[in-house]
């Protein structure tokens, strides 16, 4: 017997024993004994049975009868140095599309499974915690034990009406038979933006000003003062600012720190498993404040209990308890109006306060009502918000084996019970703002008009987060498996659930209803020989969003496979092809929250309308009532069409692995309002019915590669995924040109118009189709005439460039480990992805005479049209518009639109293990320190700001790069 350590103690009697040493996971080892008192063995990893259990819905199946799209991630991959997993995601798994999108702290990624395949209400795959619906970013990474995602027909059947959008299984660690293991980890990390926009400068401001007006609204001192060195003398920042608000609100570096305790261990009757964890995160908001804390900080603290105690050799009793709370301050105004404020405040419009005659503070600045406002003082003086948010997860189960009665067969129930809750507390306030005449008096003081009377202390209101509730969910599975003879293998499980989900501060009697769901579920899996196989799924399930008779759907689907090197004839080849499955899937699943508005669809709603009037004098009379909503007695869930064809195949003795996906749905009944119904109907509302539909297709394919040499273990895997759909249907009649029609076309396609540069002079313009936006000038962006009819207007307008989500992620890594250093490098990037520039930090408009609440990129002042630069063809911007928002130049169009292409150094990471012999001289098992960066390199065409955080005008919290020093305790 060999303890949790490996220590193990061996009697022999024979003559030249050997000694024979297996683990799962790892290649079966022999060594002779050979006299020898002490024998140390060390096990090579086999990479074909390392995953040979994969978690599948509603149990498990050895990985190479998995007939469906199944992948699996090593949880170490998960593990880098954020909060939320689902910032962990991107490039990691074929199959996964992930965007993160916002850097503020305590912020997750969106993230679908193959895509997108609908345009209703609901686009995200279901998550599975422990068997239980909840939240991907609730989990501590820490705490998984594994992670898969599921993909196709096959694996998502049993889950019906909630499987459509495909699946991700999260199983949480549980305990083990030993001596209990403590892991303490530790990590201090400093973060800074992996991109920070550039603003113009005063001067630059002043110089885009008088070009654009065509006279000098700033004048020559004033030109001459922002020239001027910062600390020149006589330079005047109270009447001449020069402010890069950018610089002024945000710092250069912030701050994380983790802390993650863990116990487990057990004995034959109990098995536990016990974690805690902290995690604190500041952010690049400054802070001067000494009265309260107005900086943007979040703090995470996870708790998680998994017991299990075996009652009888054949019943279990297993409990599992999770809390998360989660704090999050920021500055009284918000965290978007303050960046918001940041980007449309000039650098020119006033100091972050004024100073007296020696350069100490005299009074706060800010401009005149409904003129904007002073971001300095949104971030430092608006006082503070403080939001919480709690969560307590709970599931009791009952594992009941039959041991000799009926061999082969479980029953397991469950029963989970969620609580959750949100509250806040605002301590708002203002000061006493004021603004400079632009003139100083006879004593040289500034001259000074309050802008804003100010208040003397902080506020107080506190509430709940009006999302509060409970959700109850109870499942019994029978699972049994048998083999018939030495060729036959069979496995069949059968499922009841039912869900039940109460917001409890609801905001009106229908909402605060209960959600329900109910179900059953049914597997059937055979084998023969361990070469061929065939699976049946099929879920029933219902929904209470359907009227009553048309509430529950059956859900099937079929999938075989077949190892063909598991064949006779293959055995020629098992040198070169060391392992090859061929599988496909074909079946249907649903997608019930459809979305539309209203809760009960199925039932029409009355609202009240003109009434009417009688009496001599008309005074007496009724209000009437009239339809409201249409009922629709037929609504239903969306039902998703799935094919997919799978390869895998093993090359090298194992050492190279591929696996590749070829996947179709399409997808029906999506839930929408008509839109093909004429004005004349005569309808007083329009009603919304399911005949949307969409299909999706695409391919993905993973790579792995595994190879000792030596005492050095390499390793290096990549995967891609591409993923395109087009909507079949949305009730739009055709458009008077179809190249128009949004039908054939990705969902979202970006329309717009095709920009030819700009004109460059009269004759240009009059030789030149007439553009009906606005009037035109020199300088303004040219646009094709599609149509040819001698006009530019909307129906000039095509499909230009890419949706937002990419259609193309992968991810690719490599890794080496000699001893106890290791080093690892991991890549991911995203294609086929277009953005669009917008807002007025961008778009060159100036609003005149007040300049207050206009700023500029830096980029714009390089490359906007100017009458100096016409004739080189180097402007990338059209003239800046003085005073009018101009039409023609703001119009969507290839001008504005930009690759957001982009591949990144995601992760990097150098470890070290101290030797054994060093760490049980102090007690521990093992010490590991690391030092990692997360999204330390990106190259992209695009580079105003991060690509992956879209577009508009970078007015977001920037994604940001970090490097974390960490330490790892075994005890």
């Not at 599975?128 to 196709?152: A, N």
């Not at 449309?344 to 904007?372: C, K, R």
């Not at 949100?422 to 004593?443: C, M, Q, W």
């Amino acid at each position: 017997m060999v303890d949790t350590e490996g220590n193990y103690i061996l009697h022999y009697t024979t003559q030249n024993p050997v000694i024979q040493v297996s683990f799962l996971g790892y290649k079966t080892h022999e060594e002779p004994i050979d006299n020898r008192a002490v024998i140390n063995v060390e096990l090579e990893e086999d990479v074909t049975k390392i995953d040979e259990v994969v978690v599948v819905a509603m149990g498990s199946q050895r990985k190479e009868s998995v007939v469906g799209a199944i992948s699996t991630l090593k949880v170490d991959n998960l593990v880098l140095p954020t909060v939320k997993l689902s910032t962990s995601l991107a490039g990691q798994l074929a199959g996964i599309i992930s965007v993160h999108s916002d850097g503020e702290p305590g912020s997750g990624a969106s993230f679908w499974i193959r895509g997108l395949s609908t345009f209703g209400a609901n686009q995200s795959p279901l998550v599975l915690v422990d068997g239980v619906e909840r939240s991907l970013d609730l989990v501590d990474i820490e705490d998984v034990d594994t992670f898969s995602i599921l993909k196709d027909a096959s694996a998502t059947a049993v889950y019906g009406v909630r499987g459509a959008n495909g699946v991700i299984v999260i199983t949480t660690k549980q305990g083990y038979e030993g001596r209990p293991q403590i892991n303490l980890r530790y990590e201090l990390g400093m973060l800074t933006p992996m991109k920070r926009v550039q603003m113009v400068d005063s001067y630059q401001f002043a110089d885009l000003v008088n070009e654009s007006v065509g006279r000098k609204i700033y004048s020559d001192e004033a030109m001459r003062q922002f020239q001027m060195p910062h600390d020149a003398p006589g330079r005047d920042h109270n009447l001449y600012p020069n402010v890069d608000w950018i610089d002024r609100l945000f710092s250069r570096w912030a701050n994380n720190q983790r802390v993650n305790l863990s116990v487990s261990g057990g004995g034959n009757i109990a098995r536990y498993y016990v974690s805690g964890a902290y995690y604190n995160e500041g952010s690049i908001f400054r802070t001067t404040q000494s009265d309260y804390q107005n900086s943007l900080i979040y703090d995470r603290m996870n708790f998680r209990a998994n017991i299990d105690l075996k009652v009888t050799p054949i019943t279990e009793i297993g409990v599992k308890i999770s809390n998360i709370f989660e704090k999050k301050n920021e500055p009284g105004a918000g965290n978007e109006t303050v960046w918001g404020s940041a980007f449309e405040t000039s650098p020119i419009a006033f100091p972050e306060y004024y100073t007296d005659n020696d350069g100490n503070w005299l009074a706060w600045s800010g401009p005149a009502s409904n003129a904007g406002t002073n971001p300095y003082n949104e971030l430092m003086n608006s006082g503070y918000e403080q939001n919480f948010w709690n969560q307590t997860q709970t599931t009791i189960s009952i594992t009941q084996k039959f041991g000799n009665a009926v061999p082969g067969l479980t029953a397991v129930a469950n029963f989970s019970w969620d609580a959750w809750n949100s509250s806040f507390i605002k301590r708002h306030k203002n000061v006493d703002t004021y603004l400079a005449r632009g003139i100083r008096d006879d004593e040289g003081q500034l001259v000074l008009d309050r802008t804003v009377i100010g208040s003397k202390s902080l506020g107080y209101e506190a509430g709940g987060g009006g999302s509060d509730g409970t959700s109850n969910y109870l499942e019994v599975l029978l699972r049994y498996q048998t083999q018939i003879g030495e060729k036959h293998n069979m496995s069949a499980l059968f499922n009841y659930n039912q869900n039940i989900l109460t917001y409890v501060s609801a905001s009106d009697a229908e909402g605060s209803l209960p959600y329900k769901n109910q179900g059953v579920a049914a597997r059937l899996t055979y084998d023969y020989e361990n070469r061929y196989f065939m699976e049946f799924n099929a879920g029933y399930n219902g929904s209470e969003n359907f009227a009553p008779g048309k509430r529950f759907g059956l859900f099937p689907a079929i999938a075989g496979g077949w190892i063909v090197s598991n064949e006779k004839f293959m055995e020629s080849l098992s040198n070169v092809i060391s392992f090859l499955k061929l599988r496909a899937s074909w079946g249907k699943i649903g997608n019930d929250k459809i979305g539309g508005g209203r809760r009960f669809i199925y039932d029409g709603t009355i609202v009240g309308a003109g009434g009417y009037g009688w009496g001599k004098m008309g005074d007496s009379g009724s209000n009437g009532i009239a339809i409201g909503e249409f009922a629709n007695p037929n609504v239903s869930w969306e039902e998703s069409i799935k094919t997919n064809v799978g390869l895998e195949v093993n090359f090298l003795d194992n050492q190279l692995k591929l696996t590749g996906e070829y996947f179709y749905e399409q997808r029906n009944g999506i839930f929408l309002e008509r839109a093909s119904l004429p004005n004349i109907s005569g309808v007083s509302s329009v009603p919304w019915v399911n005949v949307g539909r969409m299909r999706n297709e695409g391919f993905e394919g993973s790579l792995e590669f595994y190879k000792r040499v030596g005492e050095v273990n390499f390793a290096a895997r990549g995967n891609f995924t591409y993923a395109c759909n087009t909507l079949l249907n949305n009730d739009e009649p055709d458009w008077k040109y179809k190249y128009s029609n949004r039908i054939g076309k990705p969902l979202d396609q970006p329309f717009g118009l095709i920009a030819e540069g700009f004109f460059k002079d009269q004759a240009d313009i009059d030789n030149s189709p007439v553009q009906a936006f606005s009037p035109v000038r020199v300088g303004d962006v040219k646009y094709r005439d599609i149509n040819a009819d001698g006009k530019i207007d909307e129906h000039d307008e095509v499909a230009i460039g890419y949706p937002s989500m990419p259609q193309i992620v992968y991810g690719f890594g490599i890794s080496a480990q000699w001893k106890g250093l290791s080093l690892s490098l991991f890549f991911q990037g995203i294609a086929n992805s277009s953005i669009f520039l917008s807002g007025a930090a961008i778009r060159s408009v100036m609003q005149l005479p007040s300049n207050s609440r206009v700023n500029f990129h830096e980029d714009i002042y390089t490359n906007v049209w100017r009458e100096s630069r016409k004739d080189n063809g180097s402007a990338l911007y059209p003239r800046i518009s003085a005073g009018v928002t101009h039409e023609n130049n703001n119009r969507t169009s290839t001008l504005w639109m930009r690759d957001r292409s982009f591949i990144r150094l995601k992760n990097a990471e150098v470890a070290y293990n101290l030797p054994q012999q060093w760490t049980k001289a102090i007690g521990l098992k093992n010490i590991r320190t690391y030092l990692s960066g997360t999204n330390l390199l990106t190259f992209s065409k695009f580079d105003l700001w991060d690509p992956e955080s879209g577009g508009g005008q970078g007015q977001t919290y920037p994604l940001s790069t970090s490097i974390t020093l960490g330490v790892q305790f075994t005890y």
